[in-house]
């Protein structure tokens, strides 16, 4: 009974919930914790840059890794571990540079996380009739759940906590990350086996490129926003739990969002890109209508836009890797996608969002990442006409 695919559906649904609370209190709270340690906006910029750079080593490791054990969970396990020491490091150091320093060592583990998490959820359900939306969904329930919960805690007991809250929320993830079953190795065996250079090299040519250029530049709109939305909203007069409803209003929706996915959408290529294309142009309103945002509420009404922007693209964006990515390499595929939506795009947020955050404020920045998103779309569709002349008609 322990091992049947119902219980390991639920198991893997359990962690989903749980794993996405360290993800509620890491990014929301962290720029506000750093500037109540004293730093500056630009410094904030570069101590949130400095841990997406080294994802650069780190992502394409752990998939390589993961790709080579054929042990998602054993190589999860060891990220979150790495991840929860770390974290405690880093939110326990008063120099910059000591901050500067945990970070580094808190990003080679944590950034890895997701993208290997959902490389999980497809081997589980590789065959068989489930979606990845309804797996996907218990992650966005327990990030609306865990972040309302989070504002008014951190309002009794101070940001100055946080690091505590955030360590218990990974233990319980961690925790139930011991319950998930190994799903089984699929891939098939090389000649020669598995080498970091061709796990590397298989996630750089072709349309999976262009795809990766694509989310790079939708990506960094998102990530400046992550980054400084808090402190936008506490420019607007708001408080860690505007903060938490904030958030909340932004997952909230995905939940009804990718079941609606799961039951309409059609698995394959060309469906997934026109969502990607709807996804481009709705994050280009949401930036353009937060360059004009006045108070708190309507920071959160636009959140709202959060699933339709963050939702469409997330559910759609991590299938197409399956889709561009050789069966051999799809963990690789999975972190090379994080790494470039992710890491990349939050390391130029971080120095260049952060510069222009005290040069030109926080409108016109968001303005900025409007027309960012714009070029997204663009590239989006570029992909599209590219997939379309190598396979005419209706895909398969």
């Not at 540079?97 to 959820?121: E, R």
């Not at 309302?148 to 100055?160: K, N, Q, W, Y």
Request: charged share 10%.
């Amino acid at each position: 009974m322990f091992f049947s695919q119902k219980f390991v559906y639920f198991r893997l649904r359990l962690f989903m919930f749980f794993m996405f609370g360290p993800i509620a209190l890491f990014l929301p709270y962290l720029p506000l914790y750093l500037q109540q340690s004293g730093f500056s906006p630009s410094e904030i910029g570069v101590l949130l840059t400095i841990g997406p750079v080294a994802a650069a080593v780190s992502n394409p490791f752990w998939g390589y890794v993961s790709d080579r054990l054929q042990n998602v969970k054993l190589v999860l396990l060891v990220l979150m571990f790495g991840s929860l020491l770390s974290s405690q490091v880093l939110y326990n150091v008063g120099p910059f540079w000591g901050v500067f320093a945990a970070m580094i060592v808190f990003y080679l583990f944590n950034t890895a996380i997701m993208p290997i998490n959902t490389s999980q959820i497809f081997q589980t359900i590789e065959g068989t009739e489930q979606r990845f939306g309804s797996f996907r969904i218990w992650g966005s329930i327990g990030y609306a759940v865990i972040v309302l919960a989070s504002g008014p805690i951190l309002e009794a007991v101070g940001i100055g906590s946080v690091g505590w809250v955030y360590g218990a929320a990974m233990a319980i993830a961690i925790l139930c990350g011991f319950l998930l079953h190994r799903p089984a190795a699929k891939a098939r065996r090389r000649a020669g086996g598995i080498t970091f250079r061709d796990s590397v090299r298989s996630s750089l040519r072709g349309p999976f490129a262009l795809f990766l250029a694509a989310a790079l530049l939708i990506g960094i709109p998102n990530s400046v926003h992550a980054l400084y939305m808090s402190l936008f909203l506490e420019e607007l007069g708001g408080s860690p739990t505007s903060i938490g409803w904030s958030m909340f209003a932004a997952a909230v929706l995905e939940v009804p969002l990718f079941l609606l996915l799961d039951r309409w959408s059609k698995p394959n290529e060309q469906s997934m890109l026109k969502l990607l294309l709807f996804a481009a142009v709705v994050y280009a309103v949401r930036w353009a209508l937060m360059s004009v945002a006045a108070t708190p509420l309507h920071v959160v009404l636009i959140q709202i836009l959060h699933s339709f922007s963050f939702g469409f693209f997330i559910y759609t964006a991590a299938q197409m890797v399956e889709f561009l990515a050789d069966r051999d390499y799809r963990a690789s595929g999975q972190t090379m996608y994080a790494l470039v939506q992710g890491s990349l795009s939050m390391a130029i947020a971080g120095v260049i969002g952060g510069a222009l955050y005290e040069a030109v404020g926080p409108r016109m920045l968001y303005m900025g990442c409007s027309f960012l998103s714009i070029a997204g779309l663009a590239v989006m569709y570029a992909l599209r006409l590219s997939l379309d002349k190598k396979t005419p008609g209706p895909s398969a």
